[in-house]
């Protein structure tokens, strides 16, 4: 099956998402970049840290520690401030900024509780993250490396910072600013559209949980696909879909919507949660989907190689047939192509 078919089936048409992850272990410094001479946590913990599939919230704890503890500084002073009132890594395209490298396209603010540093990260082409300090809208970012998530694993584990990975990645929140149009500072969010709530039996954005959001690969059916997800959206290989309530009440007056009404919510699914023997799903529908029963998402715990990996697995069907499984990185997604897992449900089972 083409992936393009296994996403959102919505009245026009549509699919979701994409955010996090690194490739081999080579760095790159550039020769203005500084290290950090003490450690941020002084008592050394015997916590190691294994970059093999990691949750998004691990991975933008990872990247933030190894930046901290390696570059001091603003880094450092964000890290600190991140464990009191929390991680959050909001989302923009790397237009936002000049940076030296786009990489995919989408460049990922490291703030202490939304408040902005100008610390920004991107993802290149390879998989490797490009660390920049000093990042503002309109002005030249400084860049400090490029490095891989397991080359920066290794550095906290041989500093003693694993516990300050596992702290920050307790309450770290990825939030999408990508959706609206930016100007100086300000954004407009692609899951908190105020405006939208009230219109059309919008309810109000839909909460998705935390270890669901993120950037997740897979390269099943013959077809390589990234799907980022955030606490109210995804975005699936470009296509973005705002995740909402809706009134039931109002799609059962509305059976059959005008043309206005299925152009203003092209672009809203309809979400809640499923439960069935397998656990809860998020499922995804068209705003006026009648027919057919949406996609359906959750999150699995499988056995790679003899490590525990979270996976996202996509259900499609009456059943939440498996028609893909998303993992934290484009390489073990390609490794683990067309990979069948005893507990989930196929449709040929």
Not at 235 to 256: F, P, S, T
Request: charged share 20%; with cysteine.
């Amino acid at each position: 099956m083409n992936r393009k078919q296994t996403g959102i089936v919505l009245v026009t048409g549509l699919a979701a998402l994409a955010l996090a992850g690194c490739g081999n272990n080579s760095t790159s410094q550039g020769k203005e970049s500084t290290s950090s001479s003490t450690s941020l946590v002084a008592k050394k913990s015997s916590v190691q840290i294994n970059a093999q599939g990691m949750s998004p919230q691990q991975v933008v704890s990872l990247v933030t520690a190894y930046a901290g503890n390696r570059y001091g500084s603003q880094w450092a002073q964000t890290t600190k401030q991140a464990r009191q009132s929390g991680l959050q890594v909001n989302l923009y395209p790397t237009s936002r900024y000049r940076l030296s490298d786009n990489g995919q396209g989408m460049a990922y603010e490291v703030t202490a509780g939304g408040q902005a540093t100008g610390l920004v990260y991107t993802i290149d082409q390879n998989d490797k993250v490009v660390l920049y300090q000093g990042a503002q809208p309109g002005k030249q970012a400084k860049k400090l490396a490029t490095i891989s998530k397991s080359a920066m694993a290794k550095y906290i584990n041989q500093h003693g910072q694993g516990a300050l990975v596992n702290d920050l990645a307790k309450n770290a929140q990825v939030v999408d600013k990508s959706g609206g149009a930016i100007s100086g500072s300000s954004s407009s969010s692609a899951g908190h559209s105020d405006s939208a709530t009230g219109k059309y039996g919008n309810k109000g954005p839909f909460e998705v949980p935390g270890d669901m959001q993120g950037t997740w690969y897979s390269a099943d059916n013959d077809d390589d696909s990234t799907m980022t997800i955030s606490d109210h959206a995804m975005v699936i290989d470009g296509d973005d879909l705002k995740l909402y309530h809706q009134d039931a009440q109002y799609a059962r007056d509305n059976e059959q919507p005008s043309d206005e009404q299925v152009s203003a919510t092209k672009d809203w699914g309809r979400t809640q949660f499923l439960h069935d023997d397998g656990g809860t799903w998020l499922n995804v529908q068209g705003w006026f989907q009648g027919a057919g029963d949406g996609t359906s998402y959750m999150v699995k715990t499988e056995n790679i190689d003899g490590k525990p990996v979270k996976v996202l697995v996509v259900g499609e069907g009456a059943e939440n047939w498996v028609t893909a499984v998303y993992y934290p990185t484009k390489a073990m997604a390609q490794q683990q192509a067309d990979q069948k897992y005893d507990d989930l449900h196929y449709q040929d089972d």
